[in-house]
């Protein structure tokens, strides 16, 4: 009885440990062609910097639109431009704030 309790607690845990970048971005981009890695670069290419890569990321997550994308047009033409954000202003920044943890190069380069 003790081990079914655990074996709940686990798996209930396990649903909520996903980040919101991880249960908001990840599953759609999986998808496409282009990895979100190497969207970060594009973005990291073009903007710079964290607080530009982010404020960018996030105008266009609430305004996406072809003349603002960063992807390439032949890109465009098969995938289309993403539907508007969802989420909330707070759950984009998280989100934001997940996404340049994992593929930031700063401080990673040796």
């Known amino acids: 009885m003790v081990k079914h309790g655990i074996i709940a607690v686990l798996i209930v ?3 909520f440990s996903e980040n919101i970048y991880e249960r908001s971005c990840v599953g759609c981009h999986k998808e496409l062609p282009t990895s979100l890695q190497e969207m970060f ?3 990291l290419l073009v903007y710079s910097g964290e607080q530009n890569v982010k404020s960018a990321l996030k105008h266009y997550l609430k ?3 072809k003349e603002i994308s960063v992807m390439d047009d032949l890109f465009i033409e098969n995938y289309g431009i993403k539907d508007k954000t969802t ?9 934001l704030d997940s996404y340049w943890e ?3 190069v700063f401080g990673k380069l040796k």
């Open 13 to 15: 845990s396990s649903l």
């Open 41 to 43: 670069k594009r973005y």
């Open 63 to 65: 305004h996406p639109l």
């Open 87 to 95: 989420l909330s202003d707070s759950d984009i920044d998280e989100a």
């Open 102 to 104: 994992k593929y930031k």
